[in-house]
């Protein structure tokens, strides 16, 4: 060992962390701006609108005032558990965004797994969820964490599947491979060719991020906040960001493997990946501005009478078809 | 509307009162004990509960049960009239279970005690208030002849005599009743 | 078969989420409904019954018609209203050298009566209900609702309003009006 | 006090009492569901037995907004009351101002001008439309959507509007007085009313749209929270309760009371008996109140708003006693007056129809799981004020 080798993968990864938690932190106050515009037009009110212009400013004073707040601790409460789970819930978020490409130049870590990495670490999303549960020594808590992790347990399994058609075709799990294989305009990208496990693969997104109809674990007007009713301050913040941050990873993940990732007609580029990323975090906010809550038995007949058998007979009629062709 | 739900009742008192007047087409008075029976009968007769309210009279307090039917105007109203020192009437709860919480009430307000009441405690008022808000000084409760007419009395009770003779003149003479009704 | 039947019907009934999200996609692209309050106002307030006030008499905008008959003070639901009567004036010296004459000489004294005015009409508008008992019995029509929606105050005890003050109030405000349009 | 004191203290009783065979079972959870829970509509509190989230027991425990109104009515003049009678139940404040007015002028026996009559159908009916909106509103928050409360405030506001007219206020209104109303209808109004029934009507397709005809919404309530019409009965339900459970009983049509007689509208009833059902009733009686307000106000005569001589503030009502009911937006109101022949009424018994609606929950939400139970509670379509009195 003559001259040290300077580690430059370690430093890209370093570096591509800080630009992670920059657009994470950027992205969770653009997407708390446009939930609550979104929620404010379709009910026919301005939404924020008094901090800056036009409201620009409310998500930064909200988290100022989240950043301010107490922390508080029920009593009989477990330390341990209670303040580990919004910190488990919110660092795998950070990793999470490391192999996403957003455009060829773009991308944190080439992954050859990429889908695997990321399935496997949006996975210990429930345990953070079971912790504040648990450690909160609230029954709604209680009822609330039983509902996250039946849901998001349940709902894995579909999403893994549709997804698996589309790898299939393409035979990579390397989310870069993914979007090569498709071309820049519409009728080429994998939602043409897999519409079914496209529609699987969004509503069991929705489900994965607890958001309506299907925001069981939290359904205030059932279980007041469900597993974060005793949070407050920063640590009822950093579930916030997580659930946001999850929101658009499943949304990336949709528009690298459906909607062909940064390429796009006329030019290819970080813009048309935003772009499709934003239209699907439009569409998941519309969701939650229209449709009431589905009850829990139905959320899991729902996932394992229809989108489980409809996720297995995709997936062998891919296979079928790939095999003759 | 049928009264067969009246027949073979013992009643100390009963009257038919006038619709347009009263808001009650039978104003019956029983004795504590056939509270229940004619709950049953009422129940029987496809009758539903309105309400249970209780007056505080100088004659004791009158709990007074509502009872309606689906078909009409049918009220009916159920008196018993229990002394204040002794406060006591059968639950109904059994049979209208709705009675339940009006019972409750009613026990809140007056602390009448309903003997077989399945869980008579505070309803509406807090646990250790320690008296009952709606009970009457002594010398502000009037007479229960002062209070209401009986109506035109089909039935009644020898022994029976809060409405002394009075039912009776009043039918007769109204212009009287009229100008006692205006002081 | 039934069982077929059925799923199919669910499917078919998934349009209906397509037709809600029309309708909420539509309002998103509508005009709000909001009212910027303190850039804009609504108009239609002039039948909102805010605080009372005093009607004045025509011939004196500073005093009001009352009479002190306590109709109001009486039958308020609320005891909100405070009202009490101008106390008789005091004699002057004159007057009273007479009085004592026309005792003297065994006349019947008159003495003097006191004004029907009011000395102090207080409404404790953190007591009133609205309801318009009042202005309903007044026998000379001398309270009626203000339409003033935008009554604030920053402490309770400032929500016992002194009627009469605020009819001086107007009154001087309305004078201040007239000049400022007599001089244009 | 040590933590472990204050446990056993809470422990137990506290919570059970309110059963009526006291004491959990040992692999149960006891849940307190309010008074601060955002689907028990104000201070309701249930205490419920869990098996994980299917109900095994539930106890409502109210009085959290007790204001002992019956014992106020005993010190104030009939004429004095009347702003209680607007708080009773603030959403529809003007059936029980009908309920109160109409048992003093029974006892009375005071003759009501037909104007004054019309005027009152005219914006009971309004207010009644404008209680299932926050209903409706309320429904469907509680089912987990949020957008529709604020369309049916928004029409709910135009309405406001509207009754603020002759009413002066928008929520508590104290409108009626024995003997008639306080003010008479104004042009605008009825211009306002008759342009406001089309729109409104225009608005019921997109409700149905957004909303009625939702799979997510059907699947909900749909055979969730059947109540036989024997519990009705045996509770006293009355309503859309009862109306849903199909017994087409209404107040208006069973004792005709005021002008109710001569309008021409349905008793809208459900055979389903489920919290569907009790929604559809109360969706098709807006329309037929909107039907009821069309026909007032083409028949609304001439003269006087309130009667000549009509009870003076010191009016003293003549000894008896009288029972008059109204067909609230929730079900029956009663109100027994006994008087003395004194200013105050000697004795006032209101008879609220949710408390009796209310008192059916514990045992139709029994064997329901915990969502269930919040949709049994919206679509009995409770007031707490109006329970507590």
Known sequence: MSIPIIPVELIRIIVALGAVGAFVGLNGLVLVYVERKVAGHCQRRPGPFEVGPHGLLTPLADALKLVGKQLFMPTGADPWLFWLAPIVSFLPVLLLFLPIPFSPVLTGMEVHLGILFILAFSGINVLALCLAGWGSNNKWALLGAGRAVAQSVAYEIPLLLSLLAVIFMVGSLNLSEIVRSQGSWPWQWHICTQPLAFLIYFTCAVAEVNRNPFDLPEAESELTAGFHTEYSGMAFGLFFLAEYMNMIIVCSIATVVFLGGWQGPFFSGALWFFAKMYALLFIIIWFRWTYPRVRFNQLLNINWKWLLPLGLANLLVTAFLMKIF | MSEQWMKGLKTLCSARSSFEKTGQIWSVFLSPERILEAARRLYDEEYFIEDISVVDTADGFLVVYHFDHFDGSARVALRCLVPHDNPRVPSIASVFTGADWHERESHDFFGIEFTGHPNLIPLLLPDDLGFHPLIKEEKARVPLKDLMEPGEIVECDPGFTLFPEEAKEAESEKPAKEATQGS | MGALRESWQNIVDLWSLIVGLKVTGKYFCYRHRTVHYPRKTVDNINTFRGPLELVPKSKDPTKPKCIVCMMCATNCPCGAITLVKKKAPKPTPEELKAEEEAKARGEKVKKKKAPKEPARFIQDFSLCSLCGICVENCPVGSIRFSNDVYFAVTRREDLALDLLARLRERAGEMEKTLSVEQEA | ?389
């Open chain 4, 1 to 389: 006090m040590t933590r472990q004191a204050a446990a056993e203290q809470v422990a137990g009783d506290f919570y059970t009492r309110h059963f009526v065979e006291p004491g959990p079972r040992e692999d149960t959870l006891i849940l307190n569901m309010g008074p601060q829970h955002p689907s028990t509509h104000g201070v309701l509190r249930i205490v419920l037995e869990l098996d994980g989230e299917y109900i095994l027991r539930a106890e409502p425990v109210i009085g959290y907004l007790h204001r002992m109104h019956e014992k106020m009515a005993e010190v104030k003049t009939c004429l004095q009351y009347m702003p209680n009678m607007g708080r009773v139940d603030y959403l529809h404040p003007l059936a029980w101002n009908w309920a109160f007015v109409g048992a003093v002028e029974r006892l009375g026996e005071i003759e009501v001008p037909e104007r004054a009559e019309y005027i009152r159908v005219i914006t009971v009916e309004l207010n009644r439309i404008t209680s299932h909106l926050v209903w409706w509103g309320a429904y469907i928050l509680d089912l987990g959507a949020f957008t529709p409360i604020m369309y049916a405030f928004d029409d709910r506001e135009y309405l406001l509007d509207l009754l603020q007219i002759p009413t002066g206020s928008r929520l508590t209104y104290s409108f009626f007085r024995p003997g008639g109303v306080s003010t008479d209808l104004t042009e605008d109004f009825l211009k306002g009313v008759l342009e406001f029934i089309p729109y409104f009507r225009s608005r019921l397709p997109m409700y149905k749209d957004l909303v009625t005809d939702n799979i997510i919404l059907r699947k909900r309530i749909e055979e969730v929270g059947v109540i036989p019409l024997e519990v009705c009965r045996r509770y006293g339900a009355t309503g859309p309760v009862l109306r849903g459970s199909g017994q087409p009983y209404d107040v208006r049509r069973a004792e005709p009371y005021s002008v109710y007689d001569r309008f021409d509208f349905e008793i809208p009833t459900d055979e389903k008996l489920d919290a569907m059902g009790r929604y559809r009733v109360r969706v098709a009686e807006m329309e037929q109140s909107m039907r009821i307000i069309e026909q007032a106000i083409e028949g609304l005569p001439e003269g006087p708003h309130i009667v000549k001589g009509a009870p003076k503030p010191k009016w003293k009502a003549p000894k008896g006693e009288a029972y008059f009911a109204v067909e609230g937006a929730r079900g029956k109101i009663g109100v027994h007056l006994v008087s003395s022949g004194k200013a105050n009424p000697y004795r006032l018994k209101l008879r609220s129809p949710t408390f009796s609606n209310m008192s059916l929950f514990a045992e139709i939400a029994r064997g329901t799981l915990l969502p269930d139970a919040v949709a049994i509670l919206g679509s009995l379509d409770l007031v707490i004020p109006e329970i507590d009195r």
